[in-house]
């Protein structure tokens, strides 16, 4: 199960990774036993867009769609993954109307892994009005900081308590299963060369991060850097380096305890897998 909120990098990260393995393939590859070859149109036209130097059409908000990739590990072990990409107001409304549909509900139990995407930099998070609280009365307040909206923090933790409620998974014990990727998306947008993805994830969104350790059993959670692109692109982009050298060859993950970018975006799945 994926689950990102609009703008958080969904549709490119589907695009990218099917890239990927088609053409770059790391640890994960894709099989080639199938008997009818599955419907694979959605993630080929992200594709294109790339191939042309420009980013995908945001997803409209009632979309669902769902590719079936067809995967094998180095060691040779068959599994297929089914991969969403939706309107990511779809998770948007879970955490505001707390309704969550069948068809979600279904996929939350079922799923064996989940993916939480996070694009830290369009996260809003309020840590000055939290200094502000602990001033004394007679020394000068900021009068610029106003919460006007929840901090994400609050936000995240809520939206995960709704979603493990639906799954029918209780807090009394660590979680095992999901296993939980958090894929931090649009990596390069944070300057965070050096520094591990956990320790980013834990600096940012602290009380998410703790709520995520107290949940899970820590064997069953990864932390890890995303950049699906290796860059922004706009609508009207015509990026050089994605025309002449091909998507396959943009974009990276950084592995938990930081270290060097690695071109196989296949990593974080390939860890989620290996539970099975
Ligand atoms: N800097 C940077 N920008 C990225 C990256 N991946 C995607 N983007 C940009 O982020 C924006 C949103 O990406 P999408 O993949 O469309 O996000 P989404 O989650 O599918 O959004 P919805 O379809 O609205 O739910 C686009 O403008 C992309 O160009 C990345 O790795 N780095
Ligand atoms: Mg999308």
């Not at 004394?136 to 923090?153: C, F, G, L, Y």
């Not at 009380?207 to 820590?218: E, G, K, Q, R």
Request: net charge negative; with cysteine.
């Amino acid at each position: 199960m994926l689950l990102g909120g609009p703008n958080s990098g969904k549709t490119h990260f589907a695009g990218q990774l099917y890239g990927r393995l088609q053409r770059r393939p790391g640890v994960l590859r894709l099989r080639s036993d199938q008997g009818t070859p599955p419907d694979l149109s959605a993630v080929e036209e992200v594709l294109r867009c790339l191939e042309n130097g420009h980013a995908a059409e945001h997803t409209a908000a009632n979309t669902w769609a769902e590719v079936l990739l067809p995967l094998a590990n180095d060691q040779g072990n068959a599994v297929d993954l089914r991969w969403p990409d939706y309107g990511g107001e779809q998770l948007r409304s879970v955490f505001d109307q707390r309704a969550v549909p069948e068809s979600w509900r279904s996929r939350l139990i079922t799923a064996e892994g989940w993916v939480l995407l996070i694009r830290l930099k369009i996260e809003t998070a309020y840590p000055d009005a939290l200094a502000e609280l602990v001033k004394r009365s007679d020394e000068p307040r900021k009068s610029a900081v106003r919460a006007k909206s929840w901090d994400a923090n609050a936000e995240w933790v809520e939206l995960l308590q709704i979603l493990l409620h639906v799954a029918e998974l209780g807090s009394v014990m660590r979680l095992r299963r999901p296993r939980l990727a958090v894929l931090l998306s649009c990596y390069d947008e944070l300057g965070a060369d050096g520094i591990a993805p956990r320790e980013v994830f834990a600096r940012s969104l602290p009380l998410v991060s703790s709520f995520i350790d107290n949940t899970w059993a820590p064997e069953s959670v990864s932390i890890w850097g995303l950049s699906a692109l290796g860059r922004l692109l706009e609508r009207d982009s015509a990026d050089e380096q994605f025309i002449d050298n091909g998507p396959e060859f943009q974009g990276w993950v950084v592995p938990p305890e930081g270290g060097p970018k690695d071109p196989d975006l296949s990593k974080p799945l390939a860890w989620l897998l290996r539970g099975w």
